[in-house]
C-alpha cells in the first residue's frame, strides 16, 4: 500500500470512529469499503479485518462512555447475547458468496443505512431532547430560587437555577447519578421482548455477513424500545458492537486471516477518532452529524456499487 493510499484509508478511518465515538454507529460501514477500495484486501479479508477495527474502537469508545456513566452493561450485554445465532449465521453465509456479491450486497445495506438517516432529519421526534447538550437545550428558561446566599461570579453576578425543558444540574453540587443516564421505566411486554430479540439477531446477522457494527439499528431500538436517552443508547451500542465484532471473528476463526501491516494503523487512527467522537459528542448535534455522516455513506455506496457491477459483470 503505497502512502497515499495509507493516508487516505487513515483519514477515513479517523472519521469512522469519529461517528462510533460520536452517534454510537453508522460509520464503520465505511471500514469493508475503504479497506477493499483504498487498501486493496478482497472483500473476505476486508470484512474479517473491519470485525478487528471495528470491535477494538468500539471497545475504547466503551471505556471513553463509561467514564461518564453512559454505558448500560446488562442491556448491552443481553442484546449482543441475543444477536449471538445471527452473527454465526451471517458467518456462515459469508463464506458461501462470491466477493464481489457481497460487496454489491454492501452497496445496497449502505443505501439503505445512508437514507435512513437522511430520512431521521425530516422527523422533529426521531431523537429526544437531550440529543445536544444541556446548555443548547434550554427554551425561554424561568430564573427561580435568587438567594443572597449564593454564590457570586467575579462580575457580581448570581448562580441561577431555571426551570426548563432539560434537567438543570448544580455544578457545586453534581447528583450521584448523572441525567444522562436515566433507566427504562417502560414495562417489559411480550412485544417488546420479540422486537428487542429481532433487532439482536438481525444486528447479528449483519455483523456476521458484513463486518459491520450495525449502530445504525442498535441505537433507535436502545432508544424506542429500552427507553434510554441518546448518550447512554450510544455508549451501550458501543458494548453490543464490541462484544458482536469478538463474536463474529470467534466464529471465523480467529485472527489468522488478518493482516495486521494494514489493520493496525488503521485501527489506530478508528481508535483515536472514537476518543475524539466523544468529545464532539458533549457538542454538537447527533442530527448535523448524521447527515454528514448519511451524505458519506451514499457516496461511498455508489463508488462501491459501480465498482461491484462492474467486476460481475467481466
Known sequence: MGVVHLVVASILALLIGLS???????GSILAVPVLVGVVGLTAEAA???????????SLVGVVSHARVRRVAVTAGLGFA???????????RV????????????????????????????RRPDALPVDDVPLERVRPDPVPVERSAELP??????QLRRYVSSTVEVDPATPP????????????????????????????????????????????PALVLVLGFTMPVATGTSLLVIAVNA???????????????GVVAPFTLAAVVGVLVGRVVADRVPARTLSGALGV?????????????????ST
Open 81 to 91: 447475547a441475543v444477536g449471538a445465532a445471527g452473527s454465526f449465521a451471517g458467518t
Open 296 to 312: 458519506l455513506i451514499l457516496a461511498v455506496a455508489l463508488w462501491t456499487g459501480i465498482d461491484a457491477v462492474i467486476a460481475l
Open 20 to 26: 462510533l465515538g460520536a452517534v454510537g454507529g453508522g
Open 176 to 219: 450521584s447519578t448523572p441525567p444522562s443516564v436515566i433507566p427504562s421505566s417502560r414495562p417489559w411486554t411480550a412485544g417488546r421482548v420479540a422486537a428487542l430479540v429481532a433487532t439482536g439477531t438481525g444486528v447479528g446477522f449483519l455483523t456476521g455477513l458484513f463486518g459491520v457494527g450495525g449502530g445504525f439499528v442498535i441505537v
Open 152 to 157: 457570586r461570579y467575579r462580575d457580581g453576578a
Open 94 to 121: 459469508n463464506e458461501l458468496l462470491d466477493g464481489d456479491v457481497l460487496l454489491l450486497g454492501f452497496a445496497a445495506l449502505m443505501v439503505v443505512v445512508g437514507v435512513r438517516m437522511l430520512q431521521s432529519l
Open 47 to 57: 470484512t474479517a479485518s473491519s470485525l478487528v477495527v471495528v470491535g477494538v474502537a
Open 246 to 260: 469478538g463474536l463474529a471473528l470467534a466464529f471465523r476463526g480467529g485472527l489468522g486471516s488478518v493482516d495486521w
